[in-house]
């Protein structure tokens, strides 16, 4: 029997005339990012809840992909709603050079989650221009100004993050201009070295890495950028090792290390910062989207002490008329809250461990469309193949295919909103979903890997 979202339709969530109103404007005057204009028709969603959104004709989906993976605790959480509009009752706006609050108390909660000593926190509006400050401050600090990131990485839209990027959404913008240069990352299922092992893999990456620091010049570079575990890329964990050895060649060679933690961190791997997993404290670390749920835009920069004492009497020459605003830290606050009062974090470990984890090895076993499964936490990701021996990708690297596009409508015919990218499915459902609902959610991806393994060969 196919499994469906049940579609019972809340009244007041069902305004047709309002969707198609909201469609036709947004085809009229709004700029999609990341694609072709004239190609769009995009799904209009008119209301959401926990793990739950109606589109505008008031079917309901369970939502796999936490939007762009970030409402770690869900839709519409009522303590996070409920800190956002006492926040706007009591002080909607203030310029980020006064003291506020919110502000004061979201960098606390954050500082006391941050590995090491990294204590004092640099409010951003996104992801992107959390990076970019982050390696303006490792330049600054250092003198320097090369900095080095992965291939098969993702660090933002702006223009020195998309040329930090490893992906093909750099090419567009990538002129050889902003100092940055890119190595291969550990990937052992389409690894770059011919190791067998992951023991061979992280030894080898790690032999690459430090030949390309020898040859660009340790005292050229700045820093060394990282997703501690990365997130569009394939959510491919690190090997035994790695990162432990970036970390002595960085410290040895007196480079930043940067931990990207913006699509990781608060929770999505069952730790409250994916660098956790591995020992391993970095001089910067980057956040964003699950700090508070995304409900409203808000990143920044965790900073070591050294590189804060860099600022201590010399001006930091960065700044953001919205650093810290008051509703997206009021925000950060309700959501740290909630995710400690509610064990969240101790959820995603537990779901990745109980429900999810067997799950998609059962897929392994069972489908011969899947090449591998990997991931932690409710952070997974499943590689479609169209055929195992040779691990030909059911897309190409940097495109999509029918057979993905099948694949996905396959999804939301069902009532699941999956992340798909390039020849991926990921498991990134919110933190807090139950474990029925995330069940439902599998079920789904079995059926329509059952039409996979049709398109193989």
Known sequence: MTSTIDNTVLPLRHDPDGARRAYELDRKHVFHSWSAQD????????????SHVWDGEGKKYLDFSSQLVNTNIGH?????????????????TIAPSYVNDARSEAARLIAERTPGELDKIFFTNGGADANEHAVRMARLHTGRHKVLSAYRSYHGGTELAVNLTGDPRRWASDNASTGT?????PYLYRTAFHATTQEEESQRALEHLEQLVSFEGPSTIAALMLESIPG??????????YLQGVRELCTRHGIILIADEVMAGFGRTGKWFAIEHFD????LLTFAKGVNSGYVPLGGVAISPEIAATF????????????????ATAAAVATINAMEDEQIVQQAASLGETVIGPALSDFAENHRSVGEVRGTGVFWAIELVKNRETREPMAAYGSSSPEMNQLVAACKSRGLLPFANFNRIHVVPPCNISAADARTGLAILDEVLEIADGLTS
């Open 76 to 92: 519409q959480h009522p303590a996070v709603v409920a800190a956002i509009t006492a926040q706007a009752a009591k002080l909607c």
């Open 181 to 185: 240069v890119h190595f291969f990352p």
């Open 232 to 241: 569009t890329a394939g959510i491919y964990l690190p090997p035994p090792g």
């Open 312 to 327: 201590g009497k010399r001006v930091y020459p960065g700044g953001l008329t919205y650093s810290g605003h008051p509703l």
């Open 280 to 283: 391993v404290v970095p001089d």
């Open 39 to 50: 190609l769009l028709d995009p799904m209009v969603i008119t209301a959401a809840e926990g």
